[in-house]
């Protein structure tokens, strides 16, 4: 079974820059999740999708960040502007369960830099 | 918010034992106690998860008290692979409540 796979898996982008992530989660699963791992912090959540619709997007700074699921399976990420602070690891995950919930796979993250 | 409180660090000979604690006071009925370790790098996978009993898979054994507000996750036999940041999270399936990290117990396993 393939796992969740992410691209790009490095970036590295000037502040005010824009820039998009790739997720494309295990078949199947239902539920999507979009994660900002910074240095020393463990996954925070931005985003969790159930098929295409957002079930929870109260921790994305929605003046700079999007995402999308239009067809429930693959999803993007993007920032725009880029700032400083958003130097981290954007992680995808997803899980069989609806509404989240249970054991979720991760993929191996996109390590972002702004500079 | 975190629900639950691990320590920072810990170190463990290879070969033996490893027993990581977690308190989880707040955990409500239906909130299943999960185990997560992201090793350099990796994303975070998915270890065991339990509710009231324990269990034991392959990777670990989740010893759960009987008033549920603690948990100890165990690694019977260490290797320096299991050196990795180890996650508690208490979580409600089927509630699309999110699942809090917290900053975990960075475990080193040394030779």
């Known amino acids: 079974e393939a796992g969740v796979a992410q691209s790009p898996r490095y970036k590295i982008i000037e502040k005010r820059q824009s820039v998009a992530f790739w997720c494309n989660p295990i078949?199947?699963?239902?539920?999507l999740y979009w994660y900002q791992q910074i240095l020393g912090q463990g996954p925070k959540l931005l985003i969790q999708?159930?098929?295409?619709?957002?079930?929870?997007d109260s921790q994305l700074p929605k003046d700079r960040f999007s995402a999308e699921r239009l067809k429930g399976v693959d999803s993007t990420l993007k920032i725009q502007p880029a700032k400083l602070e958003d130097s981290a690891v954007y992680l995808c995950?997803?899980?069989?369960?609806?509404?989240?919930?249970?054991?979720?796979?991760f993929g191996p993250g996109t390590r972002l830099t702004v500079t | 918010d975190a629900k639950t409180t691990q320590p920072t660090s810990m170190d463990c000979a290879e070969g033996r034992a490893a027993n990581l604690p977690c308190n989880h006071s707040?955990?409500?009925?239906?909130?299943?106690v999960y185990w997560y370790r992201q090793i350099h790098s990796q994303g975070p996978q998915y270890i065991i998860h339990?509710?009231?009993n324990n269990e034991t898979n392959e990777m670990a054994s989740l010893i759960i008290t009987e008033d549920r507000k603690s948990s100890t996750l165990i690694l019977p036999h260490a290797t320096l692979r299991d050196t990795a940041v180890y996650y508690c999270?208490?979580?409600?399936?089927?509630?699309?409540?999110?699942?809090?990290f917290g900053t975990g117990t960075s475990l080193t396993v040394i030779p």
């Open positions: 995950a997803s899980s069989l369960m609806l509404a989240g919930g249970g054991e979720q796979y």
């Open positions: 078949s199947g699963h239902a539920t």
């Open positions: 999708f159930q098929n295409n619709g957002v079930v929870d």
């Open positions: 707040t955990i409500s009925g239906n909130e299943y």
């Open positions: 339990g509710l009231k």
């Open positions: 999270i208490v979580n409600a399936k089927n509630t699309g409540n999110q699942f809090y």
